[in-house]
C-alpha cells in the first residue's frame, strides 16, 4: 500500500497570474504540486511521487514506521456516553472519524515521539503496565498493524498525516 506523506496546506495563489499550485510540507521543506499531481498524491498512485519522498510503500511496515511519523491534524473529541468505546477526532462539535482507545491514544501521542515505530513501542510498554494482556495492545507490531489498518480512515478524513522521522523530538 501506498501512502501520502506530508501535510497538505492547501492552495496557493501567487497573484501574479501564474496557476495555482497545492502546497504540502514534508519535514521541513515545503513542495509545490500542480493540480494534476496534487490528485495524485490525494490517490497515493505515482511512483515519481514515491521518488520525492511525498509517497510512500508500507509493505515493509517496520522500516515505513522507523522513517516516518503520525502527526494529529485535529481536535480530540473524546467518547460518549452512548458509545464509551469509541473515540472521536475532528472539529470542535464535528467529529470526522471514530476510533478504539488504544489507537485514539495513539493518533495523540505519536508526534511525540521521533517516529511511528518507537511511538507503538512506547504504546505497547504503556498497555503492558497498565495490566493490558491483548497482543493488540501489548505488541509493538500489533499496535502497528492496527495503526496501519485504520490509517486510510484517518488520512481521508483529514485528522492525520504521516510526515518523515525527526530526529531530537
Known amino acids: 500500500m501506498l501512502v501520502p506523506v506530508g501535510h497538505d496546506l ?9 496557476p495555482p499550485v497545492h502546497q504540502v510540507r514534508v519535514g521541513a521543506e515545503l513542495v509545490e504540486l500542480s493540480v494534476a499531481e ?12 514515491e521518488s520525492r519522498g511525498l509517497l ?3 509493505d515493509d511496515p517496520i522500516a515505513f514506521a522507523s522513517a516516518h511519523r503520525l502527526l494529529p491534524l485535529a481536535l480530540g473529541l473524546g467518547n460518549t456516553v ?5 473515540f472521536s477526532a475532528g472539529l470542535l462539535y464535528q467529529p470526522l472519524v471514530a476510533m ?22 512506547e504504546a505497547a510498554a504503556v498497555a503492558v503496565a497498565a495490566g493490558v494482556t491483548t497482543t493488540e495492545q501489548t505488541e509493538p507490531a500489533e499496535v502497528l498493524a492496527g495503526a496501519l489498518e485504520t ?8 485528522v ?8 531530537g523530538v
Open 160 to 167: 492525520a498525516c504521516f510526515d518523515v522521522r525527526t530526529e
Open 82 to 86: 452512548e458509545e464509551p468505546w469509541l
Open 100 to 121: 478504539t482507545g488504544p489507537l485514539y491514544d495513539l493518533w495523540q501521542w505519536a508526534h511525540l515521539s521521533p517516529d511511528l515505530w518507537s511511538a507503538c513501542q
Open 38 to 49: 496534487y490528485e495524485e498524491w490525494t490517490a497515493a498512485s505515482s511512483p515519481a511521487l
Open 10 to 18: 492547501g492552495v496557493f495563489h501567487d497573484g501574479a497570474g501564474s
Open 151 to 158: 490509517a486510510p480512515h484517518l488520512l481521508a478524513s483529514r
Open 56 to 58: 510512500a510503500s508500507t
